[in-house]
């Protein structure tokens, strides 16, 4: 009779996540997950996604051409270590930088892109961060079609590159400004976690901001806040309390927001829609 110990030899490495709701911890098959969105199918848990895994759910198949790629993060203020951690962040994500940016399309109508990596320096955002997701707003602007902004970053502004960090908020911020003048829509969602200077700036500033179920969204971390000897409740920081206040339109399940992309659309540019899609927002 084959021991525990022979049976767990047999599994392949992988072939069972753990759910990281700690409130669930239900293994769950790893291709059913992935089919699932990553979104377990026990507790309605969203996992976090990476920057090409968000841009794979969310734009027509085959449809997205990397831009910007040529753009390289260098130490500024010559900050001991920051190489070194740039690094390893490429060598465990194979990216180059915590944005991935581009343009596409959805339903076939063209569109720019713009992702923030939470598995790259925790999303934050540095010189060569706000300068990608910049000109992917004025890109939108230039070739008049929807920008479509998904945060993921729980560190806000990169503290490594000083002030140069913290003037993206402004660019990124100026640069949404100028394509809602432009008549443009610019469409925000916020992801686990979506916190500090990103918030602050252009994650806030969509015409139609729209928050994954219980992301973490929020300005100062937990642990700020009770350094203020404030009580702010235990939910004062998810989505679902951002929206009962007015700061976010609408929170959809990852499952259901291609199709909620597809309906704005389809009613703002009367994009030729897909069999079987909805129209309803």
Known sequence: MATERDWRARVPDGMWVKCENPRCAQLLYS????????????????????ARQRIAITLDPDSFVETDTELMTVNPLNMEGYEAKLKRHRARTSE??????????????????????????????GSVVGEKLARCVERARDQRCP??????????????????????????AAAIGRLRQAGQLCVTILTNPTMAGVYASWASLGDIIIA????????????????????????AQSSEFQHEHGMIDRIVPRLEMRGFLESLIRMTYAAPLRKGASVEV
């Open 212 to 235: 994954e179920p219980r992301a973490m969204i929020g300005f100062a971390g937990q642990r700020v806040v009770k350094g203020t000897k404030s009580d702010l409740g235990a939910d």
């Open 31 to 50: 291709k059913e997950l992935d089919r699932n969105l990553r979104v377990c199918s026990h507790c309605d848990h969203h996992f976090r996604l990476s």
């Open 96 to 125: 180059m930088e915590a944005a991935v940016v581009g343009t596409g399309a959805i339903l076939g109508h063209p569109v720019t892109i713009g992702v923030t990596n939470p598995f790259f320096t925790v999303g934050s955002m």
């Open 147 to 172: 920008c479509i902004l998904i945060s993921g970053s729980g560190a806000g502004a990169r503290m490594e590159e000083g002030i140069l960090s913290l003037m993206q908020m402004a660019k990124t």
